[in-house]
């Protein structure tokens, strides 16, 4: 199994990672911040339920 | 990561039927229940709230392991096949429902919900414990959520009523 540095590494490099992360970026820019926090919101939400299942 | 997007769509379209009620009624609402929600889970009010509290089954691994992986990450990722063991995600709901935001705002709160789930099993396999590292989320489990909590309540008060 990789290291996670290596997998993390291996994720950000690859050829398509551009393709999801600079739209993505463009899209939130073009969007504001308040969408911005809604995300930030929504992840929030998400991590409490750390441990469910 | 998409099964959130497809909940948060849904709260997007059903948001519409609560539009006739006045503006500031619905985010004082959506305040007022981040803060009970708050209180909910530092444990200083109790009450129940409405949950499907059942698992994704185990033989959709079994059947088709890539498929079955897509099937589980989705229905999990809807936020209603899962055990809820937090009201962060509830406030979520009821934001979404009453403030009736656009179609990307909804979108975006879908994505970084997915994003927020799928965060807890990276950090665990990058620890590189996995035993220690649930040892430390049982541990600061009840913290997280209440911090969680009023970082939510705190952004909906600026969101609705800080910005206008």
């Known amino acids: 199994m990789s290291e996670p540095p290596a997998v993390l590494r291996r994720g950000l490099t690859h050829p398509v990672t551009p393709l999801v992360l600079v739209p993505a970026l463009v899209a939130l820019v073009l969007a504001g911040w308040a969408v911005a926090v809604w995300a930030v919101l929504g992840g929030l939400a998400g991590y409490t339920l750390s441990g469910s299942v | ?164």
Not at chain 2, 52 to 62: E, K, Y
């Open chain 2, 1 to 164: 990561m998409f099964g959130a997007v497809v909940s948060a769509l849904v709260l997007f379209v059903l948001s519409g039927l609560a539009t006739p009620e006045p503006e500031p009624v619905r985010h004082g609402l959506v305040v007022a229940v981040a803060v009970l929600c708050v209180l909910r889970d530092a444990g200083v009010v109790s009450f129940p709230l409405p949950q499907n509290a059942r698992q994704v089954p185990q033989d959709v691994l079994r059947r088709d392991v890539a498929r079955g992986a897509l099937q589980f990450g989705f229905e999990m990722g809807t936020g209603v096949r899962t055990y809820v063991s937090s009201t962060v995600p509830y406030v979520l709901v009821v934001a979404l429902l009453l403030t009736a935001p656009d179609a990307v705002t909804a979108v975006a709160a879908g994505v970084g919900f997915g994003l927020g789930r799928a965060l807890t099993p990276t950090a665990r396999y990058a620890s590189g414990d996995g035993e220690t590292w649930d040892a430390a989320l049982h541990k600061h489990v009840h913290g997280i959520k209440v911090a969680a909590g009023l970082s939510v309540a705190a952004a909906l008060a600026f969101l609705l009523f800080g910005t206008t």
